[in-house]
Structure formats: structure tokens, C-alpha cells
């Protein structure tokens, strides 16, 4: 019985996948890494492009907050804020950044969020498949 189980659990965690926008499936990982650089790099490019609405400190102004456990985004994965930022803002030019843009201003936001910065950066590949949630406590 208790084999059935685990044979039923690893099953679904090999098929586990990442729905992405467009209804297409990618294989899930649930963690996710950047680099402190990546993330410095996120932090001037979100001053500049996103601050105005989203504030300084991430904490909302005449748009959502994008850190703290009651943020709209907390429950979020990372592929949805990755998919949902780099196609929907900035609200007034959606998709005007970089892809490089993009990527470092989500580490910015996952380190905002308490995730900590390592060794790899965050790449598209990563982005897109990671379901791992913003929030770092449930
Ligand atoms: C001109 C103002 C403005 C700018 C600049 C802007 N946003 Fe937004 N953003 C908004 C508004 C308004 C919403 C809420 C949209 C809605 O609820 O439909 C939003 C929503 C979001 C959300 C979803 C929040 C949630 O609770 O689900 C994320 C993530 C986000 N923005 C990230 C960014 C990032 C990253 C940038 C910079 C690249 C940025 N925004 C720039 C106005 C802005």
C-alpha cells in the first residue's frame, strides 16, 4: 500500500508541469535562483520603470504593492510574474523592456520577497517554468 503511494506521488511530481499563458506546458521546478548582480542590476531598472506606480519600497502607490505576504503577487508563481510583467507592463508600454530587463527586475522582486540571491542567474528558461511562489512563507 505504502509503495502504491509513493509510486503515485513521484508520478505526479515527474509529470508535474508549468501551464504557461498561452496553454502550452513546459516541465515545473520549483525552485528558483538569481544572482546578487542580477538583482542590483533589477533594482535600478525597476526604480526606473516601475517605482512611479509600484513604489520605492515595493509597497504600492497607484498600483498594487509587489512584496510582503499580502501582496496580490504573494501567491503567485514565478513563471505567472515573469509571464504577466514581461508581457503586461510597464502598465503604459507593456513589453517596452529587455528580456534581460525583465528577468533582473523579477529577481529583484523574488529578493524583495526574501528569496536569496545565489550563484545562477535567472534565466527565460527558468522563468518560464519556475512554479516555485513569490512568497517565501506560505
Ligand atoms: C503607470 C503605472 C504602472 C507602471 C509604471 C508599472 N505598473 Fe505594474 N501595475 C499597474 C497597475 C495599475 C496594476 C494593476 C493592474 C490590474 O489590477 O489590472 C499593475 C499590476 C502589476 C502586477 C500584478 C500585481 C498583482 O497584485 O497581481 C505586477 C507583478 C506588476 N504590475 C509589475 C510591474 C513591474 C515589474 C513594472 C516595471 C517594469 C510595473 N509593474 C510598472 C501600474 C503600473
Request: charged share 10%.
Given at each position: 500500500?505504502?509503495?502504491?503511494?509513493?509510486?503515485?506521488?513521484?508520478?505526479?511530481?515527474?509529470?508535474?508541469?508549468?501551464?504557461?499563458?498561452?496553454?502550452?506546458?513546459?516541465?515545473?521546478?520549483?525552485?528558483?535562483?538569481?544572482?546578487?548582480?542580477?538583482?542590483?542590476?533589477?533594482?535600478?531598472?525597476?526604480?526606473?520603470?516601475?517605482?512611479?506606480?509600484?513604489?520605492?519600497?515595493?509597497?504600492g502607490v497607484s498600483a498594487?504593492?509587489?512584496?510582503?505576504?499580502?501582496?496580490?503577487?504573494?501567491?503567485?508563481?514565478?513563471?505567472?510574474?515573469?509571464?504577466?510583467?514581461?508581457?503586461?507592463?510597464?502598465?503604459?508600454?507593456?513589453?517596452?523592456?529587455?528580456?534581460?530587463?525583465?528577468?533582473?527586475i523579477v529577481a529583484y522582486?523574488?529578493?524583495k520577497n526574501g528569496h536569496?540571491?545565489?550563484?545562477?542567474?535567472?534565466?527565460?528558461?527558468?522563468?518560464?517554468?519556475?512554479?516555485?511562489?513569490?512568497?517565501?512563507?506560505?
Amino acid at each position: 500500500m505504502k509503495l502504491a503511494v509513493l509510486v503515485a506521488v513521484s508520478a505526479a511530481a515527474a509529470l508535474s508541469v508549468a501551464i504557461l499563458p498561452n496553454g502550452t506546458t513546459r516541465a515545473a521546478s520549483t525552485s528558483v535562483s538569481f544572482s546578487a548582480a542580477q538583482a542590483a542590476a533589477g533594482a535600478k531598472a525597476y526604480t526606473q520603470s516601475c517605482a512611479s506606480c509600484h513604489g520605492v519600497k515595493l509597497s504600492g502607490v497607484s498600483a498594487p504593492a509587489l512584496a510582503g505576504s499580502t501582496s496580490g503577487i504573494a501567491q503567485q508563481s514565478v513563471v505567472e510574474v515573469y509571464e504577466y510583467v514581461s508581457q503586461q507592463m510597464p502598465m503604459t508600454a507593456p513589453g517596452s523592456l529587455s528580456k534581460a530587463q525583465y528577468l533582473s527586475i523579477v529577481a529583484y522582486i523574488l529578493q524583495k520577497n526574501g528569496h536569496t540571491a545565489g550563484t545562477r542567474r535567472l534565466t527565460e528558461a527558468a522563468a518560464t517554468t519556475a512554479t516555485a511562489s513569490v512568497a517565501t512563507k506560505p
